[in-house]
């Protein structure tokens, strides 16, 4: 059974979340300079996702603890643990190719793909407002590929993994709205991430073995604070969310992320606002804003054509 929903209180968690999120995304981009990017991200769930079950089985902060069901491991491996590593690796990927803003522009597109996915095309203006929310956040897309399309730069390949980033981002709320129904939100992203540092764990020490890994107070006191800040506490306020509201609403919050990105890379990185972000950054932002507003029955116009 579902808890009562205080939608002020989801909205200003949220609101927590993708401020720390923009920490974290400049955090990672600094670490993936030096670490690599597989070797990163999944020690980070994996020890993020330890510390959130510690805290679940050993205290009553996050609520009572309760048995879960025999049947709900095979898709916290396969949909929670699973669908969590087929994001993180290309997002980490990104990071250590291209501008964390960039990345976390792509990742700003992504409640788009996730309200496309959650109805099939109609034939009424629902369904035209979401796929021209699609377009314009596809529009903002091509502006980012644009330069490198055109010089023929080799972070490419790094804007390519920040918009499958994106699509994966997207995959991984439907996922976890759906095993929310079955088990509370902070349990799904607990064992989300230390399953998905399980999955990683063998390709993180290929690449350790390739390139090796740098073992300093800093490089640690950063990957300590993203465990914290960027896993640990975050995951367990997005994944309730996500277990009282759409996956589409919650994602809604996605949109402020490349803002308190942009923030944090441009005082840390010293990364500049460039007119091709914030063209593309227009772009997605109205795409949003159009797919989640109910423009039906703001002016009263008819559902069907």
């Known amino acids: 059974m579902l808890e009562k929903k205080n939608n002020p209180a989801i909205a200003g968690g949220l609101l927590l979340v993708v401020f720390l999120w923009g920490g974290n995304n400049v955090g990672t981009k600094w670490l993936v300079a030096a670490w690599p990017p597989i070797w990163t991200g999944g020690t980070r769930f994996l020890v993020a996702g330890a510390l959130l079950l510690a805290v679940l089985r050993f205290t009553n902060w996050l609520g009572e603890r309760q048995p879960l069901p025999?049947?709900?491991?095979?898709?916290?491996?396969?949909?929670?643990?699973?669908?969590?590593?087929?994001?993180?690796?290309?997002?980490?990927?990104?990071?250590?190719?291209?501008?964390?803003?960039?990345?976390?522009?792509?990742?700003?597109?992504?409640?788009?793909?996730?309200?496309?996915?959650?109805?099939?095309?109609?034939?009424?203006?629902?369904?035209?407002?979401?796929?021209?929310?699609?377009?314009?956040?596809?529009?903002?897309?091509?502006?980012?590929?644009?330069?490198?399309?055109?010089?023929?730069?080799?972070?490419?390949?790094?804007?390519?993994?920040?918009l499958f980033a994106s699509w994966a981002w997207a995959n991984y709320n439907w996922q976890v709205r759906r095993l929310s129904q079955q088990i509370p939100g902070v349990a799904v992203a607990a064992?989300?991430?230390?399953?998905?540092?399980?999955?990683?764990?063998?390709?993180?020490?290929?690449?350790?073995?390739?390139?090796?890994?740098?073992?300093?107070?800093?490089?640690?006191g950063v990957q300590a604070l993203c465990i914290l800040f960027g896993g640990v506490v975050p995951y367990a306020i997005w994944n309730s969310a996500l277990r009282h509201w759409r996956t589409s609403q919650v994602m809604l919050f996605n949109n402020f992320i490349p803002l308190t990105t942009m923030f944090w890379a441009n005082r840390l990185l010293h990364e500049p606002f460039t007119p091709t972000y914030c063209a593309a950054m227009g772009l997605i932002v109205t795409g949003v804003l159009i797919g989640q507003v109910d423009w039906t029955k703001i002016f009263k116009l008819p559902e069907s054509f």
């Open 70 to 162: 025999r049947g709900i491991w095979p898709q916290l491996w396969l949909r929670g643990g699973l669908g969590l590593s087929l994001y993180i690796v290309p997002f980490c990927w990104a990071l250590h190719l291209t501008a964390a803003s960039h990345v976390a522009l792509y990742l700003g597109a992504s409640p788009v793909w996730a309200l496309v996915a959650e109805e099939r095309p109609r034939w009424n203006l629902a369904s035209l407002r979401r796929y021209l929310a699609a377009l314009l956040a596809l529009s903002g897309v091509v502006v980012l590929f644009w330069p490198a399309l055109k010089t023929g730069q080799a972070n490419l390949l790094g804007e390519f993994f920040g």
């Open 191 to 220: 064992h989300s991430m230390w399953m998905s540092g399980v999955w990683l764990l063998p390709l993180g020490f290929v690449e350790v073995a390739r390139s090796g890994l740098v073992v300093d107070a800093p490089h640690l």
